[in-house]
């Protein structure tokens, strides 16, 4: 598999980030172009934790996390549960529309 970035939003962010961000923009482009995953007026994707760090090896869980946690504080992303069992903790994630102005992350 081949990971890519943004070169400005690793400048500002850096590279886990943005490498990450470019990982949830092409989940989120195939759901709205398969029109999946649409809740309060943005498409999302999903993924667990241990899905991460097989998706990412050369990152630990903490850099993952780190990583999640920066895009939303900046506001690149931000997160919900549409899970349909309760108990599922798993996150979702949106990219905000302010952020769709680049034509690919």
Do not use: C
Not at 18 to 45: D, Q, S
């Amino acid at each position: 598999m081949n990971h890519s970035f943004n070169i400005e939003i690793a400048k500002e962010l850096g590279i886990a980030p943005a490498v990450i961000l470019n990982n949830l923009w092409y989940w989120i482009e195939k759901n709205k172009a398969n029109e999946k995953h649409f809740y309060n007026g943005y498409y999302w994707t999903y993924n667990s934790m241990k899905a991460y760090v097989l998706q990412f090896p050369y990152l630990t869980e903490r850099q993952i996390d780190y990583a999640l946690r920066k895009l939303k504080k900046e506001g690149y992303i931000i997160t919900g549960n549409y899970n349909k069992a309760s108990f599922d903790r798993t996150l979702w994630y949106a990219i905000t529309k302010g952020l769709f102005h680049f034509t690919k992350l």
